[in-house]
């Protein structure tokens, strides 16, 4: 459990460092996008992303092997 964890965790670092140094204004634009959404709309969006990652890690260390 603990490795597939930090996999992840590793995935994540990789993804997102790649986007900020491929596309720092994309990601500059982004920001300020963020900052203008209410913060309603930013919570649910983050409960979501929560719940597929939850859900993605309970697959992947149920059926994953």
């Known amino acids: 459990m603990l ?3 930090l996999a992840g965790i ?3 670092f ?3 460092g790649a986007i900020y140094a491929g596309m720092p204004d994309a990601m500059k634009r982004f920001g300020a996008w963020l900052s203008e959404m ?3 709309t930013i ?3 983050g409960l ?8 993605l890690l309970y697959v992947m260390v149920r059926f994953g092997g």
């Open 3 to 5: 490795t597939i964890i």
């Open 10 to 12: 590793g995935m994540w």
């Open 14 to 16: 990789l993804i997102e």
């Open 38 to 40: 209410p913060e309603t």
């Open 43 to 45: 919570r649910q969006s």
């Open 48 to 55: 979501w992303s929560m719940a597929i990652g939850a859900l």
